[in-house]
């Protein structure tokens, strides 16, 4: 990230505080209980909850960011990660319960499940798309409700826990949610999410592999650019963008499968949309669909949900107006770009007032 774009970001986000503390001002609240907020609650969190909601929130955002920005890359636009991290839970769910596998065996087998039962979701509007140049954000919506009421109305019912009258899936296998390291913890931070964590951090470096170090990332990166040229120059963009949407679903079912795996059972009655795969479709848009920035978005977006609640308590407003606050951060750091186009004019502006060094003449 060069000198520019730090310096727009920065920019961005002290605009966004500024508006904030003046809408405060003007409803009666303490602006300084604000900031105490945003700037300290984890370091008064004496209990831990909050940063370990924010190691369970961050690691399946994750993911689902991550396949939203290999979609971008591809020129798709993927709004179905929702539905696809649901398919992912499905897929957990359907090898979660099988008992007596060591867990370095089952582990990786949920989330392989997970990828594959995405990567089938994003098959759908992916085929459509290459083939049958059907708009991947129309068919991309409506599967996200399919996928809810399917999973929900025909499949957890199978799943379901007939001991328990809170219509619950039955719980995943005792390997799966790590209980023998119960109550283990690193920096306040129970031990099973620091593996997820990393497993989410591994899922980025890979993304950067494909993209970046890869022949069929080069061809996704091409197609997206300019399909015809990509086309005219061999490239076999419809295959490619196909492939692209399978792997996107496929990163954000992994998604799915990361957040069952942490909760650890599913409550049936009234299940909705997770809204992981929304959220990751706006940490992928403030990180500009690159490695880094997929960590930056998700890191403030879970940053700013965790601390949400703590807001609301603090400064004695409504859920509406946290939501506000934290829409409004998010809204002026994805309008950096313009405070960058203000730095770079600046700074051309203090290279050329520089005075430029003269080599002397040598006699």
């Given at each position: 990230?060069?000198?520019?774009?730090?310096?727009?970001?920065?920019?961005?986000?002290?605009?966004?505080?500024l508006v904030v503390l003046i809408i405060l001002i003007?409803?009666?609240?303490?602006?300084?209980?604000?900031?105490?907020?945003?700037?300290?609650?984890?370091?008064?969190?004496?209990?831990?909850?909050?940063?370990?909601?924010?190691?369970?929130?961050?690691?399946?955002?994750?993911?689902?960011?991550?396949?939203?920005?290999?979609?971008?890359?591809?020129?798709?636009?993927?709004?179905?990660?929702?539905?696809?991290?649901?398919?992912?839970?499905?897929?957990?769910?359907?090898?979660?319960?099988?008992?007596?596998?060591?867990?370095?065996?089952?582990?990786?087998?949920?989330?392989?499940?997970?990828?594959?039962?995405?990567?089938?979701?994003?098959?759908?509007?992916?085929?459509?798309?290459?083939?049958?140049?059907?708009?991947?954000?129309?068919?991309?919506?409506?599967?996200?409700?399919?996928?809810?009421?399917?999973?929900?109305?025909?499949?957890?019912?199978?799943?379901?826990n007939p001991a328990t009258t809170n219509r619950e899936?039955?719980?995943?296998?005792?390997?799966?949610?790590?209980?023998?390291?119960?109550?283990?913890?690193?920096?306040?931070?129970?031990?099973?999410?620091?593996?997820?964590?990393?497993?989410?951090?591994?899922?980025?470096?890979?993304?950067?592999?494909?993209?970046?170090?890869?022949?069929?990332?080069?061809?996704?990166?091409?197609?997206?650019?300019?399909?015809?040229?990509?086309?005219y120059a061999g490239i076999k963009s419809k295959k490619?963008?196909?492939?692209?949407?399978?792997?996107?679903?496929?990163?954000?079912?992994?998604?799915?499968?990361?957040?069952?795996?942490?909760?650890?059972?599913?409550?049936?009655?009234?299940?909705?949309?997770?809204?992981?795969?929304?959220?990751?479709?706006?940490?992928?848009?403030?990180?500009?669909?690159?490695?880094?920035?997929?960590?930056?978005?998700?890191?403030?977006?879970?940053?700013?949900?965790?601390?949400?609640?703590?807001?609301?308590?603090?400064?004695?407003?409504?859920?509406?107006?946290?939501?506000?606050?934290?829409?409004?951060?998010?809204?002026?750091?994805?309008?950096?770009?313009?405070?960058?186009?203000?730095?770079?004019?600046?700074?051309?502006?203090?290279?050329?007032?520089?005075?430029?060094?003269?080599?002397?003449?040598?006699?």
């Open positions: 990230m060069n000198k520019t774009k730090i310096l727009s970001l920065l920019s961005a986000i002290i605009f966004a505080i003007l409803l009666g609240k303490n602006p300084f209980d604000f900031l105490v907020v945003l700037f300290t609650a984890f370091f008064h969190d004496e209990n831990g909850n909050m940063i370990s909601n924010f190691f369970q929130q961050i690691s399946p955002l994750i993911f689902a960011a991550i396949g939203v920005a290999f979609a971008f890359k591809t020129g798709l636009f993927n709004i179905g990660a929702e539905g696809q991290v649901t398919l992912g839970i499905l897929g957990a769910l359907v090898v979660g319960y099988i008992p007596n596998i060591p867990v370095f065996i089952h582990l990786p087998l949920v989330l392989l499940s997970g990828f594959i039962f995405g990567a089938f979701w994003g098959f759908i509007p992916g085929v459509l798309k290459a083939y049958f140049k059907v708009h991947e954000v129309v068919i991309t919506i409506m599967l996200n409700y399919i996928a809810l009421y399917l999973v929900k109305d025909t499949f957890f019912p199978i799943f379901g899936t039955l719980a995943l296998a005792d390997s799966l949610t790590f209980k023998n390291l119960a109550g283990l913890k690193i920096l306040r931070i129970p031990v099973n999410f620091w593996i997820y964590f990393l497993f989410a951090l591994l899922a980025v470096g890979v993304f950067y592999f494909i993209i970046y170090k890869t022949k069929f990332g080069y061809e996704i990166r091409a197609g997206g650019l300019n399909s015809d040229a990509a086309d490619n963008m196909m492939l692209a949407m399978m792997i996107s679903g496929g990163f954000a079912g992994i998604g799915g499968a990361v957040y069952l795996l942490m909760i650890g059972t599913i409550a049936t009655n009234g299940f909705e949309l997770t809204n992981i795969g929304f959220d990751g479709l706006a940490a992928s848009l403030l990180g500009s669909s690159t490695p880094i920035g997929v960590l930056f978005g998700s890191t403030i977006l879970t940053y700013l949900n965790v601390i949400s609640l703590e807001i609301q308590q603090v400064l004695i407003v409504p859920k509406e107006i946290t939501s506000m606050i934290v829409a409004l951060i998010l809204f002026f750091i994805a309008m950096s770009y313009m405070f960058e186009k203000f730095w770079d004019k600046r700074l051309q502006k203090s290279e050329k007032k520089q005075p430029k060094n003269r080599k002397e003449d040598v006699v």
